[in-house]
């Protein structure tokens, strides 16, 4: 039987690590934190849930990484933040792709729903889950630091999966300006040194996205797209010139990532849609909302873009129907957490997955909660 080992690198988490790994007892069969130096009780909560907590005081965040790498005795690895979250449910989903993994599979990008407040959220996909191995480490240096390249040397990462990973981070902690310029130092740096150009400038310029700079984001991103036209940086470069106003430009953008594979498929459509819905031709966003349920059919994101364009155009007997599925396929709709505002810089906005005629539609998905609570 296929194995899980769930790993964490912590520090200072008492508020949020307890979260995180409430639900892990229900489909790992072991959880290794690696405390690397807290003042509170991060290491106790985590021992108190059944966590094996390895004491790495001060270590550097690659090193903290390579502790539970090389800790994890089981024949897959699952990595998850303090401020993330997996359900239940999507947890004994996860085992059950497990067990039916082709052996060509050495990993797998989950996605990832970054949560920005007022019921909205990002998708991205991260490489999280892969097969233990003495041959993976991380590489990129401290900051976004991915095994994705080592895990790649193994076999192929699956892209099509939908096993969620909930990131929590700006509901909990709310936004830092000085976080944001602490990170964007930090990829500035990256560069100066030579380190994976192109990856350290699509961060970049995401930093200068989170505060609202989408003209030098796009600047930063224009020589990177021109030199290394892959599906990312063809997508981060769409979401800017979107978030700019520049949506004619923007779906060139999104057209060419779409043609080069599934990763970014979501993103890039929901540039698409955008475009199509400001020129007014919403039953075009609605064709590709409905060709993305196709092949997408556990993406919460797509039934709710469904309900808003359905809204829109008034089809109200299949409205009700796509809100009901995203509730379904993603819980946290139900969470007031989901629907708290939040001010000030926020990482993933550009990558806002919820289309703009969505207000609505959230809006009461929030008073459903109120009037039940």
Not at 245 to 252: H, Q
Request: with cysteine; aromatic share 6%.
């Amino acid at each position: 039987m296929t194995s899980l080992s769930v790993c964490m690198l912590a520090r200072n988490e008492e508020d949020n690590i307890g979260r995180s790994l409430q639900t892990t007892v229900d489909f790992a069969d072991e959880v290794v934190v690696v405390d690397n130096g807290s003042t509170d009780a991060t290491a106790d909560v985590a021992t108190s849930m059944g966590a094996r907590v390895i004491y790495r005081p001060n270590a550097l965040l690659d090193e903290g990484r390579e502790a539970y790498l090389r800790a994890a005795a089981c024949d897959w690895i699952l990595v998850i933040d303090a401020d993330e979250v997996i359900t239940s449910a999507d947890g004994l989903r996860l085992r059950a792709i497990l067990a039916a993994t082709p052996a060509d599979v050495a990993g797998y990008a989950l996605p990832r729903h970054d949560y920005l407040g007022d019921g909205r959220w990002a998708n991205g996909r991260l490489l999280r889950l892969f097969r233990r191995s003495p041959r993976v480490h991380y590489e990129g240096g401290s900051v976004h630091a991915t095994p994705w390249a080592e895990v790649k040397r193994l076999g192929r990462v699956d892209v099509e999966n939908y096993v969620p990973i909930h990131h929590l981070d700006l509901l909990i902690n709310g936004s830092s300006r000085r976080k944001r310029d602490t990170y964007r130092i930090a990829m500035e740096r990256a560069i100066a040194k030579g380190q994976d150009t192109g990856a350290f400038a699509a961060y970049l310029a995401a930093e200068y996205a989170a505060l609202g700079s989408y003209d030098e984001a796009i600047a930063v991103m224009q020589p990177v797209v021109d030199s290394e036209p892959t599906a990312r940086n063809l997508v981060f470069t769409a979401q800017f010139l979107a978030r700019a106003d520049r949506l004619d430009v923007a779906e060139g953008f999104a057209t060419r990532a779409l043609a080069l594979g599934p990763r970014f498929r979501e993103q890039a459509t929901t540039v698409l849609c955008e475009g199509a819905i400001e020129r007014g031709d919403v039953q075009r966003a609605r064709s590709l909302l409905a060709e993305l349920a196709a092949q997408a059919p556990n993406s919460p994101s797509v039934h709710l873009n469904l309900a808003a364009v359905s809204e829109y155009v008034g089809c109200d007997d299949r409205t009700d129907l796509h809100v009901e599925n995203a509730v379904r396929l993603n819980p946290l709709l139900d969470n007031p957490l989901t629907f708290r505002h939040v001010t000030g810089p926020a990482l993933y906005r550009h990558q806002d997955a919820i289309l703009s005629i969505a207000e609505g539609i959230l809006a009461r998905l929030k008073a459903r909660i109120i009037t039940e609570s």
